[in-house]
């Protein structure tokens, strides 16, 4: 079920009852049906708001130009119209950095994140060329398909939810897309070193799928990867990280239940 509530922005779903409540936020370029049926699961359990970006799908477009900060600033409207008190987030890739924002300013209601499939570690050169290329109008285009065929491992069936959800954006959102995470990634060098900004420190679940990662890195595998996680997680109680059985980007589509059932024992069970 669709709601929307007099002067908000933004489309969203709102599901279940019970806290702590979920906010879900796909990522830049995409919308909230890539996370429907985890909102679906979630919400057997509490409250689900299941949310489309500014700009994106539902969702009012802003007038002219705007970036992650005006994205936080829409975000923290539905929180309090909606009366969340207590909540946790689930974020889909560089949706994370929104998140993070929302922590700073939430940190006595935002009490657990979990990400999906994000760049936790310092990206590799290849990562920043991929973002330039999104920025240029005779670019975008090839950059974004290559994407689309790492991300779903040149599967066809794999493929699907991206051809689906993130091909009806134009230059100018793959563009701003990229700008907005560039300017995260130079800011903080990494998504590790900017949640350790945080303070008081917030307890944090990354979930990943393993090929991702290998493929990122050019690696033969994702021990670098995870080795990384694990060698921070010694140092910083309040990290915690699994790997998935997926394959693709979006975890979340491949592994619904699998995912599901993480995100209920993290809330439920991590301190």
Known sequence: MNKSIKNLKLAFDDWGIGEPSILLLPGWCSDRGILTPLAKLLSNNRRVINLDLPGHNESAHPQ?????????????????????????????????????????????????????????????????????????????????DNLFRGWSLGDCDLVKPFQECMTNYDFDMWSRAGREIEKSYKEFGSALKCLETLSPSPTVLNLYSPPQ???????????????????????HSWFHFRRLSSKSHLPSVEVTQEVAREIEDFITQVK
């Open 64 to 144: 002219g130009d705007f970036g992650s900060e005006d994205i936080v600033c829409e975000v923290l409207k539905i929180v309090d119209s909606l009366g969340i008190n207590e909540f946790s987030t689930v974020s889909v890739a560089h949706a994370g950095w929104i998140v993070v924002e929302l922590r700073r300013r939430l940190f006595n209601r935002l009490s657990k994140m979990v990400f999906l499939d994000w760049i936790i570690i310092e990206p590799p050169p290849v990562f920043f060329e991929s973002l330039e290329s999104m920025q240029k109008l005779n670019e975008w285009q090839n950059a974004r």
């Open 213 to 235: 990662a290998k493929n990122l890195y050019a690696q033969s595998d994702d021990s670098s990867y995870f080795e990384a996680q694990q060698n921070f997680a010694k140092n």
